[in-house]
């Protein structure tokens, strides 16, 4: 896992403060192409993150119930040499300062999580690919597949891959929707 810049930096602790077990805090991992932007292949440069019209709102509405969201992106595209980390670090800036206009915000962004270390039990990762719905699994989180994005391609050929979502969503809104009302649901219980 790499850290993106010194704010988030600063958030860092906090997060993994929350996610102590004894605290038994859930956060909410979100795939950042298709899920929070359009995937327009390899992202390279701000002005072409076009954020879904969904996205703030979704966002926003974690906000309100107090849980972390922590942005997951794989990033080969820096290793394949299409972008750089300070050109990332720049799209990430935009991207951010685009969720705080309509009040949103984000607790972290990490690029390459192949090895989540803090993953409680009670988080979920959303997002359209197959790899999404397997680093939930394989962290034991839930998973929740969004068919903006490469999902509905996901969807199509979910037999062929490991790991089966808990829940399918439209998109990341309706992702939040499913989340908040099982957690409403769940402090019923
Ligand atoms: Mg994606």
Known sequence: MTLIDGDIAASHDSVLEQTKPVHRRAAVF???DGTIN???GYLSHPDDLHIYS?????IRLLNDANLPIIVITNQSGIARGFLDELML???HERLLNKLAQ??????GIYYCPHHPRIFPNESYVIGDKSSDINLATNAGAKGILVLTGYGASTYANLERFPCYPSMVAEDLLEAVRLILTERQQQSRD
């Open 102 to 107: 309509q009040g949103a915000h984000v607790d």
């Open 30 to 32: 979100i795939d950042r």
């Open 54 to 58: 969904f996205a703030a709102e979704a």
């Open 38 to 40: 359009e995937d327009i």
């Open 89 to 91: 670090a720049r799209i």
